[in-house]
């Protein structure tokens, strides 16, 4: 378990996340994360959940339709 502090940045209070959560989470400087409230507390992520979920829904219809986009992609 990691413990982290928070500390002011600027007039705003921050967190500065470790070299290795921010290696497991494959990000740095400059990117996005995704704060999500889940039953289990808050989640940090780099997936935006809105695309994850349009990008099942876009699997699906390919998936239905495959035979049509063959035909489009013609």
Not at 6 to 22: A, F, K, W
């Amino acid at each position: 378990m990691t413990t982290l502090k928070l500390t002011t940045i600027g007039n705003s209070t921050g967190v500065v996340l470790p070299r290795e959560i921010l290696d497991h989470l494959r990000v740095g400087k400059g990117d996005s994360l995704y704060v999500l409230e889940t039953p289990n507390g808050i989640e940090l992520t780099p997936y935006n959940p809105e695309f994850a979920s349009q990008m099942e829904i876009a699997e699906q219809v390919m998936r239905e339709d495959r035979d049509a986009l063959r035909k489009l992609a013609e």
